[in-house]
């Protein structure tokens, strides 16, 4: 598999439910990040977690990292329509200053009303 | 709040012509990326720009590909001569400094969709 694969691929739940998705890496990372796209659109940082930490909160938004396991999850509660969007996770490597970001396949979540 | 910007939003062109994608990246950002996602897949990493140079490049870009900060403000990715399997969303992203909480995040622009016929 890939460097940073999620699950599920596609996710509908109704408005005011929670969502969670997962992501796994495969090397060892300097941090981790989650992006969302809205359809068409370019990406926008939703939360960084280090490799340090083992949970983030923001807003609505929880995610966890297990470096032991690696993998991370992020968690959107009390869902609203607005959260329809595919959402991925970014992981920054150790070497190379953490130049780069390598992205996840994505879930592609949609909130109904 | 600042945003990079990407030119243009939309462009067709015949293979085997050169096109130049263009990006205004925040302003006192100092690395650069372009990214691309071919339709229904994922974001892949092109190459990144620190320092008037390239810093990485992965293996899409190829000789074809080659990018250019020519007056400090723009920075382009042009392709010399298109392929049908160019077609894509191209992204260009940037970052601040290294170090301190915020640096490894990237601002990305809206992209460029790119189509090749």
């Known amino acids: 598999s890939q460097q940073g694969e999620e699950d599920p691929q596609a996710l509908s739940i109704q408005e005011g439910e929670n969502a969670t998705m997962n992501c796994s890496y495969k090397t060892s990372i300097n941090n981790l990040q989650w992006y969302r796209q809205n359809s068409g659109r370019g990406l926008v940082h939703l939360i960084l977690?280090?490799?340090?930490?083992r949970e983030k909160h923001s807003g609505r938004l929880r995610v966890t990292l297990d470096t032991s396991k690696k993998s991370s999850s992020l968690l959107i509660t009390a869902s609203r329509a607005a959260d329809t969007a595919s959402y991925f996770c970014?992981?920054?490597?150790?070497?190379?200053?953490?130049?780069?970001?390598?992205f996840g396949t994505g879930t592609q979540l949609k909130v109904e009303l | 709040e600042p945003e990079v910007t990407q030119t243009p939003s939309h462009q067709v062109t015949q293979m085997g012509q050169e096109v130049i994608l263009r990006c205004v990246p925040i302003s006192n950002h100092l690395y650069f990326y372009w990214y691309r996602q071919i339709l229904g897949q994922k974001v892949e990493f092109l190459v990144s720009f620190y320092n008037n140079e390239i810093s990485e490049k992965s293996e899409i870009f190829d000789d074809q590909f080659s990018v250019e900060r020519p007056d400090g403000s723009n920075f382009t990715l042009k392709i010399r001569s298109t392929k049908l399997e160019d077609s894509a969303m191209y992204f260009c992203a940037s970052r601040g400094l290294a170090g301190g909480y915020g640096a490894n995040v990237l601002t990305f622009g809206a992209g460029s969709r790119l189509t090749v016929l």
């Open positions: 970014a992981t920054s490597g150790i070497t190379g200053g953490g130049n780069k970001l390598t």
């Open positions: 977690i280090r490799s340090n930490e």
